[in-house]
């Protein structure tokens, strides 16, 4: 038997493929009457019209009322939750409608095998088999490819025509002029490129506040030394009055104690004291104030700058600074020796001190060898036993 697959090849029927020819009112020919006539629906824009931008009126521009955007939310919010809800029943697992179970009156053949006289009548209740939700599916989905498209809008070109003069030259684009090379295609040198920029003839205009602000940075920094130096005399002064109030309290100090030392020395003697104690009280008076002058003196020397702390260490006697512990240490760490007691055939075992070596055994750390901590120690139990 003959198939025909949706119709083709089937005799009797005739396919029209010509468009009749048809005019718009104004006399024109409708080009777009090949596509449309397919289809009502298909929306073919084909006019020049369609391509320029649409008029509209400013009613239909003003922003919309709030009214209006309070209706069009709740529109938009009932569209949402209506996509929403479908999607959401779409993922939920249907539930099989349980139907009720069905009775059927079979009465069998007498003739049939398996026929008893004592089931003329059967009852057959039919109930709907339960399906397991989770069970997979039995039939395989497959996806069809997607059907040709609607067919594009016709493209209009304009006739062609000779390309004039004035187009050639519209759409004459220039070559590129490098900076760095010639036409030739050779560098051109940092001076010739500096000297056809025209930066020399361009004239350098500094703005007047550059000169403002230089002048008065100036006046800042004029400022600012006059009130540093203000200040710097202003603690000089204050160093110089707390001076002079220090020496003023020295000065009645020592005269306070040089007034109790003559009153003192032209004290008549004290009760149970001789003669012979009068006079020698009398001796220490003198040399303590000698004793007083001679530091006043230096004072004075070292105040005016013609002696210092050294000078004045170094007027002590030797045995003086032994005891006060300022002996000049040896500044080198070789042993200084005497050059005259160098090749001598006797020396200090040649029975000076008889072959005693333990009266030797004093003497043997040099002379001013640091006895800071020694002295500090025997100073320390001197004390205690004191």
């Known amino acids: 038997m003959a198939q025909y697959p949706l119709e083709m090849g089937k005799a009797g029927k005739t396919h029209q493929q010509v468009v009749a020819l048809q005019t718009d009112a104004n006399g024109k020919i409708a080009w777009d009457a090949v596509i449309k006539h397919k289809s009502d629906k298909l929306a073919v824009w084909t006019r020049p019209e369609d391509s320029r931008e649409k008029w509209s009126k400013p009613e239909e521009l003003e922003r919309p009322s709030l009214e209006l955007d309070v209706l069009n939310t709740e529109r938009t919010q009932k569209a949402l939750e209506m996509a929403l809800n479908g999607k959401i029943q779409a993922g939920v697992p249907k539930k099989q409608e349980q139907k009720e179970a069905e009775f059927i009156r079979y009465t069998p053949n007498p003739n049939a095998p398996g026929y008893t006289p004592n089931c003329r009548e059967r009852v057959i209740k039919l109930v709907e ?45 220039p070559p590129c002029i490098s900076n760095w090379k010639n036409a030739k295609g050779y560098t051109i040198p940092l001076d ?75 004290a008549p003697a ?88 333990e009266k030797v055994a004093i003497y043997d750390k040099p002379l001013f060898a640091d006895r800071s901590g020694r002295d500090r120690n025997a100073r320390r139990s001197r004390d205690v036993v004191l």
């Open 129 to 173: 088999r339960q399906v397991d939700p989770f069970q997979p599916p039995k039939f395989k989905h497959k996806k069809v490819p997607r059907g040709p498209p609607s067919p594009p809008p016709p493209v209009h070109h304009s006739p062609p025509r000779k390309l004039t003069a004035k187009d050639q030259k519209d759409w004459k684009i």
């Open 270 to 357: 004290k009760d149970g004291e001789d003669g012979q104690d009068a006079d020698d009280r009398r001796q220490r008076m003198e040399v303590l104030k000698e004793r007083q002058r001679e530091i006043e003196r230096d004072q004075r020397l070292e105040l005016a700058g013609k002696k210092n702390k050294r000078g004045r260490e170094e007027d002590r006697d030797v045995s003086e600074r032994i005891a006060l512990g300022q002996a000049a240490q040896p500044t080198s760490s070789e042993a200084m020796f005497d050059q005259r007691l160098f090749n001598q055939s006797a020396g200090m075992d040649s029975g000076f001190f008889g072959g005693d070596d």
């Open 192 to 266: 010739k490129r500096l000297s056809a920029d025209g930066r020399s003839l361009q004239d350098v205009a500094v703005n007047d506040k550059f000169a403002a602000i230089s002048e008065d940075l100036y006046l800042a920094e004029r400022k600012a030394r006059e009130e540093i130096k203000i200040r710097n005399d202003l603690i000089r002064q204050k160093k110089v009055r707390e001076e002079e109030i220090r020496e003023q309290q020295l000065r009645d100090l020592a005269a306070q104690a040089r007034q109790t030392r003559a009153e003192l020395a032209a």
